[in-house]
């Protein structure tokens, strides 16, 4: 929670919630009862910060205005390392807001309460209130989109380490000498490198080329976008290579899965973000490594789940934010 | 802090703190003021169960008989998961205490209380209460002996997980098609396999035989025990062999460290078991490592240091627990 100027009077009803990823923005008015009451998307990939900040504010104020009544607060996840001390945006791997006090920002353009946090952090505060993760004690999320992001929740605080940064899970090395993680990461063979949605499309793009005769193949010949959706389809169906390349993933999910069962004990590890639309064809290959590789007594306790609420976790988690970051300031 | 039966009447000034390594069993009766009055040690590589539970016994009954007064409790920290809800010594890779309820077994033993907890979590609560962690709200430790433990620490308070087994930052995998972890550790490739004084002696050897003309060669070739005080010693006097492997065990370790960072952002890591003697030749390239692979925000806001209390820091912290323990019932 950081920045805001204005300050509510009354616990919220109405609130936006606003999932910022490296490719697309989905925002959301959430009713009392978690409901998407209107949706927006708008795709954010290669904007420079004053378009990516417009198209932002673009998204919340054409909600507000189909609304017609008032919102309270508006919340944001976006794909930043958070630096509480500064309430800054410190960088960011695929968005142009590394320095940016993103809170203040929005504030200013849209005249509402602003409250931001890692996206992947709210799409875990969403699996704990009302999802996959409610109940639980300690809780891990990992976030499977463009990058991975990672969030850690214990006795239903999301844990933040000394700066706020906390929790990139998707930033351990599981391999040393892998390929390089990408722009704003000087690591090399980090998980992300594997299971991110990047990663499967580059997974799938080599899987399709050695196989051109399957299905995956014959889709990259037709020219189309060889990606998460369409190479859990052909798996479903029985594609070899697809499957192939799902399984991998999951074996690498599974083998940064029992370093983290090891490290935590966690109670359950919530999986969500686009690439988990693959479901079980990446799950069980993961509980599979676990069961595997992690020490006997929490391997055997840990849960691992796929999230509840899908490509819309982060969206809900953000509008958890404004809504609980108010009722805080009330309470105060 | 487990199953013991009596209840001391007044703030502990005298206890006992007893460190089980894998291979060295270290006991001091500790002073209020932290020093270590008198000291024991035994050997216990090896021993069946009630050997080694009579060993360790044996071990506080000479402390106690040379002191000629009162043992207020004893701390004991042992190489084990921990189960907290059973209070039992849930595994163990290096000694056969699976299984067993350390703690009651050692009151009955010796009919002093009797407290118990994982030696890296002991390690770190002595280095947090006066050491290279004090007054630091998020710490970690690896101490690198036989096999390599870990310990998490936020807020002043160690960090359990779900079941008490959490902080095995030796089982991260590091390296997926590496050298099996070993007895009690399903993985490979595992931190431990790469930075123990296990795998120490193992690189070292190998670069003995390679290099029989140099000094850890013509060590090697005497019958000399190939070990870390040996290594350090020739490294410090500047054989390239011995050099060499405390430099690619400091780049493990890094490799290590940089996937902690990113996790936890932490404020500090300390170092220690019996290889951190080695100081900054492990040291160095540990840091340089994480400057070159963690997130740079974290990177640059984390302290890596060598323990404070070097071999006696499981003994200092198992006699803190004890003493902390008490005060906790007398002050309940």
Known sequence: MRAPSIVAQVPTECVIGVDLGGTNLFAGVIDSELVVARRTRRTVAGLELSGLLDEIAGAVGELRDELGSGVDAVGYGIPCLIDDEHALAASSVHLPLAGVAFAEAMSERTGLPSFVDNDANLALLAEHRNGAAQGERVALMLTLGTGVGGAIMTGGELYRGAQGAAGELGHMTVDPDGPDCGPGCPGRGCLEAWISGSALAREARAAAQADPAGALGRALAQGREIAGPLVSRLAGEGDAAALGVLTALGEWLGVGLASLVNIFNPDVIVIGGGVSGAGELILEP???????????????????????????????????????????????
């Open 286 to 332: 993961a509980r599979r490594v676990v069961a595997q590789r992690a020490l006997a007594m929490p391997a055997a306790h840990v849960a691992i789940r796929a999230a509840s609420f899908g490509a819309e976790a982060g969206m809900l988690g953000a509008a958890l934010l404004a809504r609980e970051s108010i009722a805080r300031r009330v309470a105060a």
